[in-house]
T-cell receptor
Framework: SQELEQSPQSLIVQEGKNLTINCTSSKTLYGLYWYKQKYGEGLIFLMMLQKGGEEKSHEKITAKLDEKKQQSSLHITASQPSHAGIYLCGAELPLTQGGSEKLVFGKGTKLTVNP | DAEITQSPRHKITETGRQVTLACHQTWNHNNMFWYRQDLGHGLRLIHYSYGVQDTNKGEVSDGYSVSRSNTEDLPLTLESAASSQTSVYFC????????????FGQGTRLTVV
């Protein structure tokens, strides 16, 4: 089963519109990361959230981690074609066997921004 | 500048052959990870390491192995390549356990024919 659920799987918006991508876990997250990937390329780090209720912004992208640290949202304001790509959330989750954490990712959200 | 590099960027191999994908980072990071990315599955963890001589299995480790003989490198070996292992492979590294961002390589596109 997927440990991090992202929604929606894909999103098509008109340039200038706002949008939100969600990432949900059934477990408490030690750290939540948002990455962006363009087709055929590696992942680019966007933001990291650690504390419940934390919110960070970079340019027109805002990410929040809820108080229980089990859900995060990524909000883009006034979207532009440059925002297009695949957005992935990643998190440190405890191993089922106990002990150390592992870094896992959601399946990603493909964002298309039409001019 | 410090970086993480993967090689080769593209590889075509035949079923049954042994293949090794290289990952090299110059940040002196303790943690290194290998993922595969497939349509509909996202990034899935293959193996990871928290330091020299430490290796751990991820969720899709069957048919893959890694070794960590130094801090900078974590090569991924496919013992006997299968068509199901056709994928894009990403290597990542991070400084320490938890609460630090991971840096990703540019990926290796592997095709098994």
């Amino acid at each position: 089963s997927q440990e991090l659920e992202q929604s929606p799987q894909s999103l098509i918006v008109q340039e200038g519109k706002n949008l939100t991508i969600n990432c949900t876990s059934s477990k408490t997250l030690y750290g939540l990361y948002w990455y962006k990937q363009k087709y055929g390329e590696g992942l680019i780090f966007l933001m990291m959230l650690q504390k419940g209720g934390e919110e960070k912004s970079h340019e027109k992208i805002t990410a929040k981690l809820d108080e229980k640290k089990q859900q995060s949202s990524l909000h883009i304001t006034a979207s532009q074609p440059s925002h297009a790509g695949i957005y992935l959330c990643g998190a440190e989750l405890p191993l089922t066997q106990g002990g150390s954490e592992k870094l896992v990712f959601g399946k990603g959200t493909k964002l298309t921004v039409n001019p | 500048d410090a970086e993480i590099t993967q090689s080769p960027r593209h590889k075509i191999t035949e079923t049954g052959r042994q293949v090794t994908l290289a990952c090299h980072q110059t940040w002196n990071h303790n943690n290194m990870f290998w993922y595969r990315q497939d349509l509909g599955h996202g990034l899935r963890l293959i193996h990871y390491s928290y330091g020299v001589q430490d290796t751990n299995k991820g969720e899709v480790s069957d048919g893959y192995s890694v070794s960590r003989s130094n801090t900078e490198d974590l090569p991924l070996t496919l013992e006997s390549a299968a068509s199901s292992q056709t994928s894009v492979y990403f290597c990542a590294s991070s400084y320490r356990q938890g609460n630090t961002e991971a840096f990703f390589g540019q990926g290796t596109r592997l095709t098994v024919v």
